[in-house]
């Protein structure tokens, strides 16, 4: 089979079996990159992309055999519900392909996050697909202090109005978008590890879709984003706390 057809990085897809896992469907992707044999990336188990747990990982594959194993480290993100227990898994996978379809597919196990109890194992199929599930929510790291988010139109001021909501909460109501910022803080804390900020069209303006530039400022960092949002779908930002993140 060609060298091509081998290269393993990449988004892959698909579902593992979990006993008494915290969703009722778990879907799982892995964020691959294969450099010289060695294995990284993210992987998430995830009900939706608005229920997950997010993991780095490492691990090493063998063209020879076409094996890779994925060895999952820290949690990096997560929001789920309280009563879930989250596993650190260990993934045996071998690559195959039939036309098109390039898959994984193999063995799981692992360990409660924080203990030395096992998890249940069981299997995994994972299909490659050319994106991911996640791609439209990006993730910026913050170490703790205030964030500054300020919201401007982008492009002709058209009427666009909006909510801001932090982690479900309003923090601003029926703000209409123009040349001059509306700002909110995020107050970011060692105990809190994710704040999710969700800007809802209340309508569409002239233009639509309703459209933002926001631009956010953390310490010494600054950064600006292109939301577009529509009264059936939010636009997302997500903060993780990490306390190494630079100031």
Not at 5 to 29: V, Y
Not at 43 to 59: A, C, R
Not at 64 to 72: A, G, Q
Request: charged share 20%; with cysteine; hydrophobic share 35%.
């Amino acid at each position: 089979m060609p060298a091509q057809a081998q290269n393993l990085s990449g988004f892959w897809k698909g579902t593992l079996t979990m006993t008494g896992g915290c969703f009722p469907t778990n879907h799982i992707e892995l964020q691959i990159t294969v450099s010289d044999g060695r294995v990284t990336g993210s992987s998430y188990h995830y009900l939706d992309i608005h229920n997950y747990v997010k993991k780095s990982f490492t691990g090493a594959y063998t063209a020879s055999d076409k094996k890779i194993t994925v060895l999952e480290d820290i949690v990096t993100t997560f929001k789920i519900p309280p009563h879930c227990i989250v596993c650190i898994k260990n993934y045996a996978l071998v690559y195959s392909r039939n036309g098109n379809d390039e898959t994984l597919t193999g063995v799981w196990d692992g360990k409660i996050m924080n203990s030395e109890s096992p998890c249940q194992p069981g299997t995994i199929v994972l299909h490659r697909i050319a994106e991911s599930a996640f791609k439209d929510i990006p993730e910026i790291a913050v170490d703790t202090g205030k964030v500054r988010l300020d919201f401007y139109d982008n492009g002709e001021i058209d009427g666009d109005s909006i909510t801001v909501k932090v982690n479900k909460q309003v923090v601003l109501q029926h703000q209409k978008l123009t040349a001059n910022a509306i700002t909110t803080y995020l107050n970011v804390e060692a105990n809190t590890a994710l704040y999710e900020v969700e800007m809802v069209a209340e309508n569409l303006g002239s233009i639509p879709p309703n459209t933002a530039v926001l631009v956010i400022t953390a310490g010494t960092r600054r950064y600006q984003l292109f939301l577009a949002s529509q009264p059936d779908r939010s636009a997302f930002v997500r903060f993780v706390y990490n306390r190494k993140a630079p100031l």
